[in-house]
């Protein structure tokens, strides 16, 4: 008899962001997230106590579902974080970092989070219609034309992930071999929308990088024999293909609660035999050429279709049934090396990753400066719109000059520390008056130095220290300044080695950090049920 145990009483705490715990859990997450953040982000080693893989990796769909969380507010966090990188594969970290710094901050101002809130949205809804405009400073459309942007754009998505482990010649073979495979997806004929195909990942570890390749099609693991035996067909006229997603083992499904009646005298091995020897002679009627099964073929009729030259290929799995059931889509084959199991599954994600943001791009030609330069820029123009215009937000709920002024600072100091957070060697970090941008110098900077020297490019790689530029520190006091808008097309075209960021999840991942800060600067309670 099983014993019986009185129900817990539900555990409720009013204002959870007061607690010191809370506080204190809040900080070491965002200092995991933080570290992790940009190509010199710290790797970090995810493993379970009760055993398993070891996962040594620096992004944020690896480190999230390899991190227990268990508090109801990381939970929130968390949650909108891997539902934002399901959905769009990239700017993860930049998502969370950024929560967590608008939370952080807000809670210095003493503003009632009624006010922060309804502040927040209306300093996001200045951020995307800024983001979403021709005079955008940091937006730069895509051609199509040319092959220049999205090779950068994809360049930046593998640099930005150190545990890959990849030299710059690796990092160039594999940038260009993920845009030979996305395009591959394109159809060449569309007529009324553009129907995408797949790019299948075909694994080979243990092999040089730079051996990675890319087949168009769809790339079928085979033994020796079965390859000697179809190497000398040779087809002018269309090859067929017959798909099984059921078994052809000969094997009884279970029957359940069910009963199988058989009649005195027959052999059911032998009856479901020849049912599937009267397949492989229908197959053979209609000059199948390939017979493909996702499960077991029986050795019988293997045997049967290889007499009368049909290959039969087995065990294919599941992962390749669907490109195959579209093989007459645009499908093409990513043939995968790198050093180690560790390397390979990193390398993995990053190429699903850039894959996914190409075919965003495909949505929306555009693309966004990265190396924290547009951070910086829409800080600098969220600061001057709000000093030099606020009347528009203002009018509308009644806000004082002064919350908006702490709420603008709390909000635009977010966004810096979100750049900053690239700088992992304790570098100085610095903003230019003119454009806005993130600029990075090394930690042995003299006291006294002329920034053009020490300098070199600015974060996103689009302009040198040599204009006549004058900088300040990220994080010091500076009167609003109005960032150079309206990018020109000649900057952009003379730069072949920019870091940029997918617009689309950028994007998105602004709007859910600062929705899902005000989220949880809203909470009154925490309700726990404990038993």
């Known amino acids: 008899m099983s014993r019986l145990e009185a129900k817990k ?17 809040l900080c070491v997450l965002k200092g995991i997230l933080t570290s992790s953040y940009g190509p010199s982000g710290r790797l970090k080693q995810v493993h379970s106590g009760f055993g398993g893989c070891v ?43 950024l929560c967590c710094n608008l939370i952080e901050n807000v809670q210095r101002t003493g503003l009632t989070p009624t006010t922060v809130t309804k502040l927040n949205q209306h300093l996001l809804s200045l951020c995307t219609s800024y983001l979403k405009s021709e005079s955008c400073g940091c937006r730069i459309l895509v051609d199509f034309s040319s092959p220049q942007t999205l090779l950068c754009l994809v360049r930046s998505i593998i640099t930005s992930k150190p545990a890959c482990m990849l030299t710059r010649e690796e990092r160039d073979h594999l940038s260009a071999l993920i845009l030979r495979a996305f395009l591959l997806t394109i159809p060449e004929n569309t007529k009324d929308r553009l129907i995408l195909g797949n790019s299948i990942i075909v694994p080979l570890k243990g ?102 030259r049909v290959i039969a290929i087995d065990r294919v799995g599941v992962a390749l049934m669907e490109p195959l059931s579209k093989v007459t889509a645009t499908i093409c084959s990513l043939l995968l090396c790198n050093r180690n199991d560790t390397a390979w599954d990193e390398l993995k994600l990053t190429c699903q990753t850039a894959l996914h943001v190409l075919q965003l791009t495909i949505k929306e030609p555009c693309v966004l400066l990265g190396g924290g330069c547009t951070e910086t820029h829409l800080a600098a123009y969220i600061r001057h719109k709000t000093c030099n215009e606020p009347e528009s937000i203002l009018k509308d709920d009644g806000f004082t000059q002064t919350e908006l002024q702490l709420s603008t600072e709390a909000f635009c100091s977010a966004l810096e520390s979100v750049a900053g ?111």
């Open 9 to 25: 009483q539900s555990l409720c705490k009013s204002e959870p962001l007061t607690s010191e715990r809370v506080r204190a859990t």
């Open 55 to 97: 996962c040594t990796t620096s992004q944020s769909s690896a480190l999230l579902s390899n991190l227990p969380v268990t508090h109801p507010i990381l939970k929130i966090l968390t949650t909108s974080m891997q539902n934002h990188v399901s959905c769009f594969r990239d700017c993860g970290l930049f998502m969370a970092i």
């Open 207 to 308: 092999q040089r990088v730079l051996d990675s390749c890319v087949l168009p099609g769809i790339l079928i693991e085979m033994s020796e024999i079965q390859l000697m035996k179809i190497l000398p067909v040779k087809k002018s006229e269309a090859f067929k293909v017959a798909l099984f997603c059921a078994s052809l083992s000969g094997d009884l499904s279970d029957t359940g609660e069910g009963t199988v009646v058989v009649t005195y005298g027959v052999s059911l091995e032998n009856a479901v035999l020849e049912q599937l020897l009267s397949l492989g002679r229908q197959l053979v009627s209609d000059h199948v050429d390939l017979v493909v099964c996702q499960k077991v073929i029986h050795p019988s009729l293997k045997q049967f279709l290889s007499m009368h």
């Open 421 to 531: 957070s690239l700088e992992h060697d304790g570098g100085e970090i610095l903003t230019d008056m003119k454009y806005g941008h993130f600029w990075s110098a090394h930690a042995e900077a003299p006291s006294i130095v002329n920034w053009p020297d020490l300098l070199s490019r600015c974060g996103c790689g689009l302009y040198n220290s040599q204009e006549e530029l004058h900088w300040s520190f990220l994080k010091s006091t500076r009167h609003p300044f109005v960032p150079q808008t309206y990018l020109p097309h000649e900057a952009t075209g003379s730069a072949d080695n920019l870091t940029l960021d997918c617009f689309t999840a950028k994007l998105s991942g602004l709007q859910v950090a600062v929705e899902t800060a005000n989220l949880i600067l809203d909470l009154s309670y925490v309700i726990e049920d404990k038993n």
